[in-house]
């Protein structure tokens, strides 16, 4: 079975600063997608950014990238130049490559607080 | 739709009463699944539909608890004689054709809470 942990269950972070949100995972698998979720107060989940894992490059979405070690089992997001609107809780997640039920695991989330 | 419609938002039921939650998934998506979302638990995987085959039910936590996807589109969750364990949101997702690479879109959720 796979476990997601985000060690950091609340951070801040200052406008226009850099943030990097931690997350581990454990698994035996080989081939298998990462992701990052935002979860604003509306509750819906948005997809930040997603890692396939046979690729070595980093993902990158604009002001968001990760920093994807596959040998420490660990998938970092770091958010440049933070904005209010960055506010949320943030999900790390995990996705077997070739399971057919295409189950999401997802780590505890940590909550990001912009402030002004 | 544009997006993943869900219905209600917000429940409130009294203990031992059964509730429906409603999906609609993203028009053409053969993919949907159920999340719970609990404060003590986290968000947990309940069940997943993909077209017609017959659903993943591995995370459904008794047997209180079903869902049904007609069509292929619309799902409803039915949890029976509700207990206050229950009390979570409930959110909704559906993908294109359920590769793994293929983006989930969640909706807002139901908001359950059980007295």
């Known amino acids: 079975a796979q476990t997601v942990t985000q060690s950091q269950p609340e951070m801040s972070v200052q406008e226009a600063e850099t943030v990097t949100l931690s997350c581990t995972y454990d698994t035996s698998e080989n081939n298998y997608y990462l992701f990052w979720y935002k979860q604003p107060p509306s509750r819906q989940m948005i997809l930040v950014i997603r890692q396939e894992a046979y690729k070595q490059q980093n993902a990158t979405e604009n002001r968001f990238s990760v920093n994807f070690q596959k040998a420490a089992k660990s998938f970092s997001l770091k958010i440049s130049d933070s904005q209010l609107g960055d506010t949320a809780m943030y999900f790390c997640a995990f996705m077997k490559r070739w399971d057919a039920g295409n189950m999401l695991t997802f780590g505890g989330g940590t909550r990001l607080m912009v402030k002004p | 739709g544009a997006g993943v419609s869900q219905s209600p938002s917000n429940k409130v039921t009294e203990k031992g009463k059964d509730v429906e939650l409603r999906c609609d998934p993203i028009?053409?998506?053969?993919?949907l699944y159920w999340y719970r979302q609990s404060l003590g638990q986290g968000l947990e995987f309940l069940i997943y539909?993909?077209?017609?085959?017959?659903?993943?039910k591995s995370g459904l936590p008794s047997d209180r608890f079903s869902a049904e996807r007609t069509g292929g589109s619309v799902s409803t969750l039915t949890i029976q004689r509700t207990q206050q364990e229950d009390s979570a949101v409930y959110l909704c997702?559906?993908?294109?054709?359920?590769?793994?690479?293929?983006?989930?879109?969640f909706g807002e959720g139901s908001w359950l809470t059980v007295v």
């Open positions: 028009s053409g998506h053969t993919a």
């Open positions: 997702a559906s993908s294109p054709d359920g590769h793994p690479g293929n983006t989930i879109y």
């Open positions: 539909f993909q077209g017609n085959s017959a659903p993943d």
